[in-house]
């Protein structure tokens, strides 16, 4: 199949389950019902029929407010549609399978529903978290069925250990999980804080199966971000560094797109820039 076909029929997917991540962030975290009631206007209640529900376009047909109530409707539906229509194109353009590809689209699409939900709530739901893992799992146990590697989708080596991919995922599973829970367990030793919470610990290890050690990498992205957002919050509100709330998981989603997509060439600059 063409490339560009590949790209767009990825773009349209994208769009659909864009328009479900949106179902999901708002009701997830409130303990609401992911199927019932069907989608319905939340000033009016009134149910909102199939075409007023296409992703991008009843937005724009409806300019931005209700059929039923002209309410306004918050500009994060689109966005969040727009978002993941890219996401899964930018996996179809950047992995060469269309397997690897769709396993990339699935990291991408979770890792856009938890950043967005921890960026309000501060959490990370563990059902979200434990889907990510069961996919991630599968990938792995799939690449050995078939004998080509879906998932990891970057940290394979030619040859040696790390040429497996149940070697991969557990060795990033393991070292990504353990060093944030080590991190944050010395931080409140020391600092008598919270330093990472357990939500975040998982989110590493279920991005440790899809990236490897490459898990690392989102890591030190997430870590970057977020010193940056915790000293601007804590100016603003005129607190300490410690005291500041900072949505580590949101960071932990940018950097876990960056590092499926650019990993292994951040690390080879990195080590260029050092000398080794």
């Known amino acids: 199949m063409p490339l560009?076909?590949?790209?767009?029929?990825?773009?349209?997917?994208?769009?659909?389950?864009?328009?479900?991540?949106?179902?999901?962030?708002w009701r997830l975290p409130r303990g609401e019902s992911l199927a019932a009631p069907g989608s319905h206007c939340p000033a009016c209640q009134t149910p909102i029929a199939w075409y007023d529900n296409v992703p991008?376009?009843?937005?724009?047909?409806?300019?931005?407010?209700c059929r039923a109530c002209r309410a306004p409707i918050a500009a994060r539906y689109p966005l969040v549609e727009a978002a993941s229509g890219a996401l899964f194109a930018l996996a179809a353009w950047h992995?060469?399978?269309?397997?690897?590809?769709?396993?990339?689209?699935?990291?991408?699409?979770?890792?856009?529903?938890?950043?967005l939900i921890d960026l309000e709530h501060f959490r990370l739901p563990n059902p979200l978290v434990g889907a990510l893992t069961v996919f991630g799992l599968a990938g792995v146990v799939l690449s050995h069925v078939i004998g080509s590697t879906l998932v990891p989708l970057v940290g394979m080596a030619d040859a040696g250990w790390l040429s497996s991919p149940f070697a991969v995922a557990l060795t990033g599973a393991l070292v990504a999980g353990g060093l944030a829970f080590a991190v944050g367990e010395i931080y409140?030793?020391?600092?008598?804080?919270?330093?990472?919470?357990?939500?975040?610990?998982?989110?590493?290890?279920?991005?440790?199966?899809?990236?490897g050690l490459h898990a690392l990498s989102a890591l030190i992205i997430a870590s970057i971000i977020g010193s940056v957002y915790g000293v601007a919050v804590a100016r603003r509100q005129g607190e300490s560094l410690r005291d500041a709330r900072v949505p580590l998981g949101a960071f932990l989603a940018i950097g876990a797109i960056v590092a499926a997509v650019a990993g292994p060439e951040l690390w080879a600059g990195y080590l260029r820039l050092v000398g080794m």
Do not use: C, H
């Open 56 to 65: 991008l376009v009843s937005y724009a047909v409806l300019r931005g407010r």
């Open 4 to 25: 560009w076909f590949v790209i767009s029929a990825f773009g349209l997917f994208g769009l659909l389950f864009g328009s479900f991540a949106n179902v999901v962030i």
């Open 188 to 211: 409140a030793r020391v600092l008598g804080a919270s330093g990472m919470g357990f939500g975040d610990v998982k989110f590493l290890g279920a991005l440790g199966i899809f990236l």
């Open 95 to 115: 992995f060469e399978s269309v397997g690897q590809a769709a396993f990339a689209a699935v990291l991408f699409w979770f890792a856009l529903v938890l950043g």
